[in-house]
């Protein structure tokens, strides 16, 4: 059973992840160019000066595409469950109902955390061969919560969508819209360091909240 639902759930992200993936590298890579441009007509050390004096890290083009890939994923995810009628029929099948939804989000949040990752391997890679281990650590630390937002919006998305009334619909888009803002609050680099476990704790809470939607689902409530 554990296979066919993880073959369901690639039948939805099927084309979508492919896409996400050239997405994600493509605006990845940018970012680097932009870096490398700065290197190869003002020098590394203009680049290390800029890092230390002025506060930036010089890839905030990336801060916002967790997120959004984090949203588009779940709604390709769990969308077609509601439009089309589905779920209902998924929580009549062999398997223990929260552990069913519980595993379609883990599907879905492993498959966003190996785009992540991916993402962290090519910066990590490229910073590692121009900048000191200090400088690529304040990179790739001031660039976590922004992986943790997307992780975070995922599960809250795939909660706004299993939600079966728009009144209730509603009011979640907005409290999804104020967690996901605390993950923004500060564009200076390392701002949230101090803030990384409670923003994992934040994002493990998450996981659970697409449960109380199927429990409202299969309440019957309804507009």
């Known amino acids: 059973m554990i296979k066919a639902i993880f073959y369901k759930e690639w039948i939805k992200m099927r084309y979508f992840y492919p896409l996400s993936a050239l997405l994600l590298t493509g605006f990845t890579l940018y970012a680097l160019l932009r870096i490398q441009r700065v290197i190869t007509f003002r020098g590394v050390a203009h680049l290390w000066e800029v890092l230390l004096e002025k506060e930036v890290v010089l890839i905030d083009t990336l801060q916002y595409l967790p997120m959004l890939l984090g949203i588009l994923l779940a709604l390709t995810q769990f969308v077609p469950e509601m439009s089309q009628k589905r779920l209902k029929l998924t929580l009549h099948l062999p398997f223990p109902e929260r552990r069913m939804i519980l595993l379609m989000e883990g599907i879905g949040a492993g498959a966003l955390t190996l785009l992540l990752l991916l993402q962290g391997a090519i910066l990590w890679g ?41 009144r209730r619909r509603i009011v979640n888009i907005l409290i999804a819209a104020a967690i996901g803002r605390l993950f923004f609050l500060s564009d200076l680099p390392e701002a949230y360091n101090g803030m990384i476990p409670w923003l994992v704790l934040l994002l493990a809470g998450s996981l659970f909240f697409p449960l109380l939607s199927t429990w409202r689902f299969k309440q019957g409530c309804q507009d």
């Open 126 to 166: 490229y910073l590692a061969t121009v900048l000191p281990p200090e400088l690529t650590a304040r990179i790739l630390l001031t660039s976590l919560p922004w992986a943790l937002a997307g992780l975070t919006l995922y599960l809250l998305t795939a909660w706004i969508c299993l939600e079966p009334t728009w």
